[in-house]
């Protein structure tokens, strides 16, 4: 069984629609937890990070974290077709923040 | 730009050869750290660096793979005797010094071997 699980998708919704991406994980020592979105053939860029659980929001983008379920989650409002990209959970412990644990990733497409 | 850099973004070599990958981390950020990305997986962790000093490399294949942050200088993670199985994209990521787990990734270096 993976650390951190994510469905890969591919996930298609319309342009305008809210956007629940997921990820559930089986180590119960991870505190941080980050978003990141990758576009193709492009490098990871760091959406949101939280630290143990509740929710953060950022513009068009609510992160959640529920520890007792081994759950995140990241929340797109209004999505627009700029968002098509694929995005990618990641988490650490408090000892040893640094090896962050990644999610396979999950496909998205926003159609105009 | 004052992001993480990488070079090569590209590089193509053959069994048998060498392979370096340059990495020159965000200002003001003195940790390093090293991912491999093969196709269709996640990011998987490789190793972690301070300027001289290899803090945690537990995810580093054991042979052939080595990494280096010196006082000057790029971080440099080498590959010697490359085999298919090292074709992959190589992430460099570096974050503030009190904030580890807060890591931003350059561009990447697309390592083919044929």
């Known amino acids: 069984q993976k650390e951190v699980e994510q469905d890969p998708g591919p996930l298609s919704v319309p342009e305008g629609a809210i956007v629940s991406l997921n990820c559930t994980y089986s180590n119960s020592a991870f505190q941080y937890f980050m978003w990141y979105r990758q576009y193709s053939r492009k490098g990871p860029e760091l959406l949101m990070y939280?630290?143990?659980?509740g929710n953060k929001e950022d513009g068009r983008f609510t992160a959640q974290v529920d520890k007792s379920s081994k759950y995140i989650s990241l929340f797109i409002r209004d999505s627009q077709p700029s968002d098509s990209a694929t995005y990618l959970c990641a988490m650490s412990l408090i000892q040893g923040a640094q090896k962050l644990v990644f999610g396979q990733g999950t496909r998205l497409t926003i159609n105009p | 730009n004052a992001g993480v850099m990488q070079n090569p973004r590209h590089l193509v070599r053959r069994r048998g050869q060498e392979a370096r990958l340059r990495c020159s981390p965000m200002?003001?950020?003195?940790?390093v750290y090293w991912y491999r990305q093969l196709p269709e997986e996640g990011l998987k962790f490789m190793v972690y660096?301070?300027?001289?000093?290899?803090?945690?490399e537990s995810g580093m294949p054991k042979e052939r793979f080595s990494a280096e942050f010196p006082k000057e200088g790029p971080s440099i993670l080498r590959i010697q005797q490359v085999v298919r199985g090292d074709s992959a994209a190589y992430f460099c990521a570096s974050s503030p010094l009190v904030r580890p787990y807060e890591q931003y990734f350059g561009p990447g270096t697309r390592l083919t071997v044929t």
């Open positions: 200002k003001g950020h003195s940790h």
């Open positions: 660096l301070q300027k001289e000093n290899i803090i945690d």
């Open positions: 939280t630290y143990s659980s």
